[in-house]
């Protein structure tokens, strides 16, 4: 079982461009959540995909958007990048069945806008 | 809004102690709790998982306490190791009532270094 794998592992953009990263959640697992982490932070809640909708989303404005697959692999899109964009990407999955289960997380993206 | 304390933000303590991180939480209206190490700039390592009608779960040299009223909870790390320094990250999830899909609020961490 290779767990959750995001990719890529680094990227740098310029500010005003567009990015996407992917996500694969665990085998077995249904939903797939995303979480922005700033240097010395703890992880902030961006959405959580189910089902292929979005079910709950944190205080993000609507730059940030996501999208589900039917293999329950995910996308997070970032339009229009802000230097404070700049951040750990983690990428974490549970299976919805469950509420009690616990949550696996990605090795993350780093996000580095200049 | 739930808010997640974690103290103390940093601690330096010599191999062979035993140790204690804490962490609260404002709402006490939880489903579960989870224990997080995290390396520099790697992802996140699930350590342990409480439920909250748990009191405390144990894996190894680690045990997490729950007191949900309180409002608080706490990772033992018996007979520390270099190997342990990283970053303890504590998060709840809310209670499953209504149509609450579970987002995670997370501390922000404390930083652990075992010396030898």
């Known amino acids: 079982d290779a767990g959750v794998t995001q990719s890529p592992t680094h990227l740098i953009k310029t500010r005003g461009q567009q990015v996407t990263l992917r996500c694969s959640p665990k085998?077995?697992?249904?939903?797939v959540s995303w979480y922005q982490q700033a240097l010395g932070q703890g992880p902030q809640f961006i959405f959580q995909?189910?089902?292929?909708?979005?079910?709950q989303r944190g205080n993000f404005p609507d730059r940030f958007s996501g999208h589900q697959f039917p293999n329950y692999s995910s996308e997070l899109n970032v339009n229009a990048l802000l230097l404070g964009d700049s951040a750990l990407y983690l990428c974490?999955?549970?299976?919805?069945?469950?509420?009690?289960?616990?949550?696996?997380f990605g090795q993350g993206t780093r996000l580095t806008v200049v | 809004k739930q808010e997640v304390t974690q103290i103390p933000a940093a601690l330096s303590v010599p191999e062979g102690e035993n140790l204690v991180l804490n962490c609260s939480f404002t709402?006490?209206?939880?489903?579960?709790l989870q224990w997080f190490r995290q390396d520099p700039g790697k992802g996140l390592t699930s350590l342990l998982l409480?439920?909250?009608?748990?009191r405390e779960q144990t894996s190894g040299r680690l045990n997490a306490s729950l007191d949900k009223s309180s409002g608080r909870s706490t990772l033992y790390i018996a007979a520390s190791q270099p190997g342990d320094s990283a970053t303890y990250l504590c998060?709840?999830?809310?209670?499953?009532?209504?149509?609450?899909?579970?987002?995670?609020?997370f501390g922000q961490g404390t930083i652990l270094t075992v010396h030898p």
């Open positions: 974490a999955s549970r299976e919805q069945g469950g509420l009690n289960t616990e949550a696996f």
């Open positions: 085998s077995g697992h249904d939903t």
């Open positions: 995909y189910y089902e292929e909708e979005e079910r």
């Open positions: 709402d006490s209206a939880i489903y579960n």
């Open positions: 409480i439920q909250s009608s748990q």
């Open positions: 998060a709840v999830r809310p209670d499953a009532g209504g149509t609450s899909y579970g987002k995670l609020t």
